[in-house]
């Protein structure tokens, strides 16, 4: 998977290419699906005050890895481990409906 966002390396969709095969249309939406769960996860944890900012800077910068560090200041949880949790949640969903 190319990376596109800075928690890419979280989003393990191999399960997800065995159920897919070689369709890349449909990789790329599996994909997108699962970085908008993640991201969606990271904004149930963060504070609400810290959203426009976040969002802000990720916008411009997806790929930076330097969120990471905004987010543990901000985050008391582990995040890796939440993100995890979604991915596998959601890629869960995905296959069930396949």
Known sequence: MTKTTFYDHLLDVS???KHLGKDEELMLIAKKTLRNHALVSILEILPKDK????LSEFSQAPHDTKHWEFLRKHVTADLEKVIKSEVARAKKEMIKHL
């Open 15 to 17: 399960e997800l290419e």
């Open 51 to 54: 959203h426009d900012q976040f």
